[in-house]
Nanobody
Framework: QGQLAESGGGLVQPGGSLRLSCKASGFAVDSTTIGWFRQAPGKAREGISCFTNRAGNTYYHDAVKGRFTISRDAARNTVYLQMDSLEPDDTAVYYC??????????????????WGQGTQVTVSA
């Protein structure tokens, strides 16, 4: 069973940037789709970005499109989420995960498994 571990969260001012890492063990990140999700206090977990194994296509939720960039480094077996122009509404615990099967929706956490422990991102002045 593969595992994922997120890191890179922290406290940042509005307009700032962070880069999150999702390190995989037990499987190769370029063998599967990797999704990034977030869960804000009192809200449901939501999918915000995917790096798919379908020709390396990427997906972004409208809320982060143009501000966040997902990338993959096969040599480091890691998927990154570069977050720029951060806003207070981006405050959440961020998770990465892999799809349970070949049929999935990047916005729907129920399709995903092997969740990491999450990393907290707080955007505040």
């Amino acid at each position: 069973q593969g595992q994922l571990a997120e890191s890179g969260g922290g406290l940042v001012q509005p307009g700032g940037s962070l880069r999150l890492s999702c390190k995989a063990s037990g499987f190769a990140v370029d063998s599967t789709t990797i999704g990034w999700f977030r869960q804000a206090p009192g809200k449901a977990r939501e999918g915000i970005s995917c790096f798919t194994n379908r020709a390396g296509n990427t997906y972004y939720h409208d809320a982060v499109k143009g501000r966040f960039t997902i990338s993959r480094d096969a040599a480091r077996n890691t998927v990154y989420l570069q977050m720029d122009s951060l806003e207070p509404d981006d405050t959440a615990v961020y998770y990465c995960a892999i799809p349970r099967t070949e049929t999935y929706d990047c916005e729907e956490p129920l399709f995903f498994t092997s969740w990491g422990q999450g990393t907290q991102v707080t955007v505040s002045a």
